[in-house]
């Protein structure tokens, strides 16, 4: 298993290609060699890849917005060439209702999975805590997970939003073993009521067991781990170095 920096936790740094650089630069120095391309506010593929390789990272994979995988495929297609990575990601998607809602959703999916896998690429769904409500019963991602193709879609396991949504990361990792090539690493913290702490913290300063996620992930065939911090209390890039390290110092990846 690879380490990542997810650029999200770094967004508001992003707005130029100056500040991109600089942005990718600094996670470079703190020792990450990829990045997860997510939330920059200034994109632009040709630089943003000049950038990576004159700082030697790679790419894990990306969050791309559904409206532009679905219906820009081909130059999203040649981005993700660009960058060397299969993995096409969609950062956020609405909660689904019902069946019906799911099925629509699917057939777009499906529509974009067989174009990006006719291309030898995959997409990848991100959750957050919504798509663990049930509709009848069942988990809205499991749903999503038995009805579309495992060869052709898989999941960005978010573990913070699975714990956040009262499910086990070790057990929801086994559940969708083979089908999360890219995890997402971040920590949660019991917080007071009034305190401005985030709930969301470094790795090491929450309460998630990540010795045995991190054994989980490798047993599931877990190719990435990005870390990301939504929010930060403080410097991000001190959050993405203090994650970086307590891994480094205390995971077998």
Same mark, same amino acid.
């Given at each position: 298993?690879?380490?990542? +920096?997810?650029?999200?936790? =770094?967004?508001? !740094?992003? *707005? ?17 060699? *990829? ?23 790679? =790419? ?6 559904? @409206? ?7 130059? /999203? ?13 969609? &950062? ?16 777009? !999916? ?6 990006? +896998? ?27 997970? @038995? ?6 879609? &898989? ?6 939003? /699975?714990?956040?949504? &009262?499910?086990?990361?070790?057990? !929801? ?16 913290? *019991?917080?007071?009521? @009034? ?20 054994? *989980? ?17 403080? @410097? ?18």
């Amino acid at each position: 298993m690879k380490l990542a +920096a997810q650029m999200f936790t =770094v967004r508001e !740094f992003t *707005a130029s290609e100056k500040e991109v650089a600089e942005t990718v630069r600094r996670i470079r120095k703190i020792g990450y060699d *990829a990045v997860q391309i997510s939330g920059l506010k200034h994109y632009e593929p040709k630089s943003l890849k000049k950038i990576l390789d004159e700082n030697g990272m790679t =790419v894990c994979a990306t969050h791309t917005p559904f @409206d532009r995988i679905l219906n820009d495929t081909e130059a /999203v297609i040649d981005e993700h060439r660009l960058f060397g990575t299969k993995y096409v990601g969609i &950062g956020w998607y609405e909660r689904q209702k019902s069946f019906e809602e799911c099925d629509r959703t699917l057939k777009n !999916f499906a529509a974009a999975a067989d174009k990006l +896998a006719a291309a030898g690429m995959k997409l990848l769904y991100h959750n957050h805590e919504h798509e663990f409500i049930k509709i009848d019963g069942v988990r809205t991602l499991d749903y999503i997970r @038995d009805n579309t193709d495992p060869d052709k879609f &898989g999941f960005i396991a978010d573990l913070y939003w /699975v714990q956040f949504a &009262g499910e086990s990361p070790l057990r !929801f990792i086994k559940e969708y073993a083979g089908r999360i090539p890219v995890v997402h690493f971040k920590d949660m913290r *019991a917080v007071e009521r @009034d305190s401005k702490l985030t709930r969301i913290s470094e790795i090491g300063n929450g309460n998630m067991d990540y010795v045995s996620v991190c054994d *989980a992930c490798k047993s599931a065939g877990v190719e990435w781990a990005a870390i990301e911090q939504d929010f930060c209390d403080g @410097d991000p890039f001190e959050s993405l170095k203090e994650s970086y390290e307590y891994v480094k110092n205390n995971l077998t990846l």
